[in-house]
């Protein structure tokens, strides 16, 4: 099972939102930002990173409504326990110190948000592309309104959004920086 590309979240975010319905991750403020390495379940439990090991980020991003959690995993990091020109990231993971390549559009990712907008429009549309962290909750329609999502178009709400664009900060590049900069639709 493949996940989607983070390529392909940024690009159907702007598939999902037209020129004229812009996500505004300006309007949100970020918290906390946790990193840790993880394996698959059944993976190896060496003291190293292995095939099926990726990197999962927990942030808190609180916007007009309140305060909402993010869990976005990065899958297949490569990591050098040296640094050179293409692993710059440093990070801590299983107790050791090691350098990671930066994470490109072709990079798999799967995401969660804990806020009504990730839950109604994204979530299930995340789960058929494999790129929803954990099992979504059951969507119950509010008001007997038409679905915000109709072309099950999967994609990201402005709280992830916002912990995309710290994650690619110059002086962070978890993400590659060109990656936020080059997505029209998101501000």
């Known amino acids: ?24 991750s ?14 698959q379940k059944g993976g190896p439990k060496e003291k190293a990173p292995t095939p099926g090991t990726y990197l999962e980020v927990k942030t808190e991003v609180s916007g007009e409504t ?7 995993n990065l899958l297949e990091p490569q990591f050098s326990k040296t640094w050179d020109r293409d692993y ?26 804990t806020c009504p907008d990730f839950r109604h429009r ?6 058929d592309v494999h790129s929803l962290v954990g099992r979504p909750i059951p969507y119950t329609p509010v008001g007997g309104g ?7 178009i ?6 992830l959004h916002a912990a995309l ?3 690619a900060q110059d002086e962070i590049k978890v993400i590659e920086p060109r990656l936020l900069r080059l997505t029209p639709g998101m501000s």
Not at 154 to 159: D, I
Request: net charge positive.
């Open 122 to 127: 994204f979530a299930y549309s995340d789960k």
């Open 88 to 113: 710059l990231v440093p990070v801590e993971l299983f107790g050791m110190d090691y350098y990671m390549k930066s994470f490109d559009e072709k990079s798999g990712i799967r995401v969660r948000c």
């Open 154 to 159: 999967p994609g990201h709400c402005k709280h």
């Open 26 to 39: 300006n309007t949100v403020l970020l918290k906390s930002v946790e990193f840790r390495g993880k394996r």
């Open 66 to 72: 309140g305060l909402w959690f993010q869990t976005i």
């Open 165 to 167: 664009e710290f994650l």
């Open 146 to 152: 038409a679905p915000v999502n109709p072309d099950n």
């Open 1 to 24: 099972m493949k996940a989607m590309t983070i390529g392909d979240l940024l690009k159907n975010s702007y598939r999902f939102r037209p020129r004229n319905k812009r996500v505004k």
